[in-house]
Structures are given as C-alpha cells and as structure tokens.
C-alpha cells in the first residue's frame, strides 16, 4: 500500500500563490512518477501536472507559465508552487503517484484525499 498526503491548500486572491506537497509513503519500492489533477464543482478530474522518474515534466495548457512542479526523491515528496493565480484554478486538488510496492511487480496509481484551493476576491 500506498498513502498519499496532501498540504497547502487554502483561500487566496487572484493573483497569490501558493505551495502545495504531497508525501508518498507505505511499502514502497519505486514511484516513477508523481502528479497533480484538480477537479472544480460540476467538472470533471483534469490534469494539471505530472513529473517522471527522469524529471520530465508536463503541464496542462492554462496553468503553463503559472504553475511548477518539483519534487524530492529522498522525501518521496512532490511540490506544486502555484504562482498568478486565477479563479478559474479554483478546485480540489489531488495527488497521484504511479509506484511499485515492496509486494507486486507492476505499478499502481494512487491517489490522495485531495486539498482544497480557492482563489476569491
């Protein structure tokens, strides 16, 4: 298993930032990847970010220029920095990691319980 934990949410104006981490922990053996998506009311889960094992990252095209994830190995933690932030980004914001645990050969895609981010004047 698999347990991610996401931090940093918050109420912000248009135009602020803001942080958020997730930490990957349990019987892991490898993440090769670690992700962000947002899902607002009345929508449906998009991707907002993604980060591989070789550091390649990939970002949905109305956060570019805005939005950077990162991530920390050694914490098996990935980071969203938030920056120009918009109403529009408001949304619940989950974490993904696709891992391989101590227990099964092929990777799995988890998921955290999601923080919520609003942007409002």
């Known amino acids: 298993q698999v347990q991610l934990v996401e931090s940093g949410g918050g109420l912000v104006q248009p135009g602020g930032s803001l942080r958020l981490s997730c930490a990957a922990s349990?019987?892991?053996?490898?993440?090769?990847?670690m992700g962000w998506y947002r899902q607002a009311p009345g929508k449906e889960r998009e991707l907002v970010a993604t980060i591989t094992s070789s550091s390649t990252t990939n970002y949905a095209d109305s956060v570019m220029g805005r939005f950077t994830i990162s991530r920390d190995n050694a914490k098996n933690t990935v980071y969203l920095q938030m920056n120009s932030l918009k109403p529009e980004d408001t949304a619940v914001y989950f974490c993904?990691?696709?891992?391989?645990?101590?227990?099964?050969?092929?990777?799995?895609?988890?998921w955290g319980q999601g923080t919520q981010v609003t942007v409002s004047s």
């Open positions: 349990g019987r892991i053996f490898r993440i090769n990847a």
């Open positions: 993904n990691a696709n891992a391989v645990t101590s227990t099964y050969y092929s990777s799995i895609n988890y």
